[in-house]
């Protein structure tokens, strides 16, 4: 019935071989088991207190489109279904589902006791009216083109029918889901944050404000949201698996990221937690009472560039640009060695992933070479180009002075650009202006999908770089079919390869989960999606083991 699927089994077993690093201590089975014997009784209560490096844009998970949001929306909302750590589909709000007729109809039966935050029970409606209300999104949202194959979905999304056929409600416990063809990442898509189901009553209540008064079914309800400031959750103690250890969940908004700031606060013990990027542990090292967290994600840092606007049109020129980039440098002088180089799109571990499918690392002869074939103007004419980025603080300037000069060696002049406000940013980005900007995206579940169709369909809400290419679309429908995972994740390199023809942008480093937490932080349990898709339900707070 929720067996993994030959994709899932494919990913599962190449993520084991993934490193995972608990520092301090990494324990074998047999300490596992003594560990467990020993274990402490949870503790419940207190405040946690977490960073976030940016305002969300909103809080309504249909619209969502930043980590910050993202952030807030696994604590306050549950989907159908949901990845634990090693980014198995198990069971959320569906207590158990159905397969039949080869992958067409879905059956699902909701829990019981899954309430949403004002205490009504989550209902085949509520859910049909989540689903539906995403289909007809604007802008559309990720997880759109997997709810497209539903029977009868694409003429709700045009409006030509009032409602979808293939929602079919047995009662208020028991729905079907009918697709048009097997679709293989159906039932993870289900999984991705913008797939929460919502309350009905209360989305038609509230409008448009629904995204800055949340409610959902999730561990956490929202309380309140202080512009560039906080955000504040409370325990929902009707939660179907069990109230939180938590009281209360503080998040601290730092416009801008501000670095500096969070790591002052993290070492006064003013946050439990904050993300360790560049300098940061060698700052914390002198101190053995913070926890370290490590684990490779399924992400990817990279610089996106606008093939549309005429500066970058030619991919000769985008070629030579991430031909010019030092990357060992650049990781090394800014990171602090802590990240994977990057020459692909896919991260390692990800279903597709081919290190044969990389982009020229350093190479300033290639890259001159490049510009020469870009356009056949001198040098001197080669025009300024922009990049515009999200945050503002000592690293990321110095990181912008780094690409300035490696650029610098081409003839070519950068300016500068920071929106340090993510709604501001991310309007600057569907603008024809922009033209290169920096960029960290995170896989929203275990699928090549999410990554590949996500930042380069042409009709995806988040390729800010503007890409288009028949073949590339057409072979992106055509590995949603594909049953065989092998065959499926060939397809994939097989898109790769043709984006990177292209050059539409500039791989720089695969991400990694770093993180510290005060000693008295427990159950911290991070998966490959990133610290941000983490729900904190089970995280509880021993003060008794803080030491000084």
């Known amino acids: 019935m929720m067996n993994l699927s030959g994709l899932s089994y494919l990913f599962f077993t190449s993520f084991l071989s993934m490193t995972l690093f608990f520092l301090p201590g ?66 959320a709000l569906a207590e158990t589902w159905q397969v039949k007729e080869k992958g067409k109809i879905y059956r699902f039966t909701l829990r019981k006791n899954a309430r949403f935050h004002n205490l009504e029970p989550v209902t085949s409606g509520d859910v049909v009216f989540s689903i539906s209300r995403l289909l007809r999104a604007d802008p559309a949202p990720a997880v759109l083109p997997h709810l497209l194959k539903i029977v009868g979905a694409k003429e709700y999304r045009a409006g030509i029918q009032k409602n979808v056929p293939g929602l079919d409600i047995e009662n208020k416990r028991v729905f079907n889901v009918r697709l048009e063809e097997s679709h293989v990442p159906f039932l993870t898509a289900l999984g991705m944050y913008q797939a929460a189901i919502i309350p009905q009553k209360d989305v038609i209540r509230l409008g448009k404000d629904f995204g800055k008064h949340p409610v959902g079914t999730g561990p956490f309800r929202f309380v309140s949201w ?13 939660y179907y698996a069990g109230p939180a250890y938590l009281n209360e969940i503080h ?7 501000q670095d500096p ?23 914390l090292a002198d101190t053995k009472k913070f926890q370290w967290f490590h684990r490779p994600s399924l992400s990817l840092f990279f610089y996106g560039m606008n093939v549309k606007h005429p500066n970058l049109a030619n991919p000769d020129l985008r070629k030579a640009l991430s031909s010019a980039i030092n990357r060992k440098i650049f990781v090394n002088q800014i990171y602090k060695g802590r990240f994977e180089i990057a020459k692909t799109i896919l991260p390692p571990g990800m279903p597709g992933y081919n290190p044969l499918n990389r982009m020229e690392d350093y190479n300033p002869d290639l890259a001159r070479r490049h510009l020469n074939q870009s356009s056949g103007k001198a ?13 503002q603080f000592p690293r990321v300037e110095k990181e912008m002075a780094m690409i300035k000069e ?10 500068i650009k920071y929106i340090t406000d993510w709604k501001s940013f991310e309007a600057y980005l569907k603008t024809d202006a922009v033209q290169i900007y920096r960029y960290a995206w995170f896989a929203d579940m ?11 369909a042409s009709e995806s809400p988040t390729n800010f770089m503007k890409f288009q290419d028949e073949n590339v679309d057409r072979m992106l429908l055509t590995a949603r079919g594909i049953v065989d995972p092998v065959e499926r ?19 720089l480093f695969y991400m990694s989960v770093d993180r510290a937490y005060q000693s008295y932080v427990k159950s911290v349990n991070v998966s490959a999606l990133g610290a941000h898709t983490m729900p904190l339900n089970k995280i509880w707070l021993d003060k008794s083991s803080q030491t000084n």
Not at 226 to 238: A, N, P, V, W
């Open 26 to 91: 990494c324990t074998n089975q047999e300490e596992k088991k003594t560990t467990q014997k020993t274990a402490p009784e949870p503790i419940r209560g207190g405040i946690y207190r977490a960073p976030l490096r940016n305002n969300p844009a909103t809080l309504d998970p249909a619209y969502v489109q930043d980590t910050y949001g993202i952030t807030l929306i696994h604590q306050i909302f549950d989907g159908l279904v949901r990845f634990d750590p090693y980014l198995s589909v198990l069971p």
């Open 226 to 238: 202080d512009e560039g400031k906080s955000i504040c959750l409370k325990r929902f103690k009707e």
């Open 251 to 257: 998040y601290k908004i730092y416009p801008g990221g």
């Open 261 to 283: 700031q969070v790591l002052a606060d993290f070492q006064n013990g003013n946050l439990e937690e904050m993300a360790v990027y560049g300098d940061v542990k060698g700052k």
């Open 379 to 391: 040098l001197e004419d080669v025009p300024e180009l922009e990049i515009v980025s999200a945050l």
């Open 406 to 415: 490696f650029w610098s060696g081409l003839g070519i002049k950068l300016k």
């Open 446 to 456: 275990p699928d090549p999908d999410s990554f590949l169709y996500s930042l380069f």
């Open 489 to 507: 994740a060939k397809t994939y390199q097989k898109i790769e390869a043709a984006i990177m023809t292209s050059a539409p942008l500039i791989p």
